[in-house]
T-cell receptor
Framework: SQQGEEDPQALSIQEGENATMNCSYK?????LQWYRQNSGRGLVHLIL?????REKHSGRLRVTLDTSKKSSSLLITASRAADTASYFC?????????????FGKGTTLSVSS | KAGVTQTPRYLIKTRGQQVTLSCSPI?????VSWYQQTPGQGLQFLFE???????NKGNFPGRFSGRQFSNSRSEMNVSTLELGDSALYLC?????????????FGPGTRLLVL
């Protein structure tokens, strides 16, 4: 079953614009992660935010987490054509040991030049 | 350092057959997780192996099984294939298998069941 639900499902923007994707989840979490997938290939880890953090930056990426609303957002600033991909949020196993991630359905981002 | 490798990359099988997929983690990584990705269900966790032991299992039927070898390489097996098993199968490895570690994904094996 899916833990997270991304919104929007698809997003089309021009190069240079910002892209914002949202993720909602259902249960308590220890951390939330964002991954990128290019055209049906493997996933690439982008950023991890812990439940006690509200905001985190990595290069052109900015992630926020609101545990009271069980939601997170990923902002990509100054988008490039190379950012075209699907983006997924994923939550970890909580207090359970291990690496089982529960993914949302993803947002497909298309950046045109 | 070499990334996660998966073999084969593409596979075509017929209903009722069985299939074995292989995953070689990054050197030194002891945890390997498997995921199934389909257009309808998205990315779903299959199972995780750590030090040759299955540590977690997703909600999949017993036709899906796996194992891990002493060198951390992992295989997953699907018996009695069904059309709905057509999917991209991804494996991911991490160092110690903590929920806060970065997981490194392989390119996937695309399985088509006819």
């Amino acid at each position: 079953s899916q833990q997270g639900e991304e919104d929007p499902q698809a997003l089309s923007i021009q190069e240079g614009e910002n892209a914002t994707m949202n993720c909602s989840y259902k249960t308590s979490i220890n951390n939330l992660q964002w991954y990128r997938q290019n055209s049906g290939r493997g996933l690439v880890h982008l950023i991890l935010i812990r439940s006690n953090e509200r905001e985190k930056h990595s290069g052109r990426l900015r992630v926020t987490l609101d545990t009271s609303k069980k939601s997170s957002s990923l902002l990509i600033t100054a988008s490039r054509a190379a950012d075209t991909a699907s983006y997924f949020c994923a939550t970890g196993p909580g207090t359970q040991a291990g690496t089982a991630l529960i993914f949302g359905k993803g947002t497909t981002l298309s950046v045109s030049s | 350092k070499a990334g996660v490798t998966q073999t084969p990359r593409y596979l075509i099988k017929t209903r009722g057959q069985q299939v074995t997929l292989s995953c070689s983690p990054i050197s030194g990584h002891r945890s390997v997780s498997w995921y199934q990705q389909t257009p309808g269900q998205g990315l779903q966790f299959l199972f995780e192996y750590f030090s040759e032991t299955q540590r977690n299992k997703g909600n999949f039927p017993g036709r899906f099984s796996g194992r891990q070898f002493s060198n951390s390489r992992s295989e997953m097996n699907v018996s009695t294939l069904e059309l709905g098993d057509s999917a991209l199968y991804l494996c991911a490895s991490s160092l110690g298998g903590s929920g806060e570690e970065t997981q490194y994904f392989g390119p996937g094996t695309r399985l088509l069941v006819l």
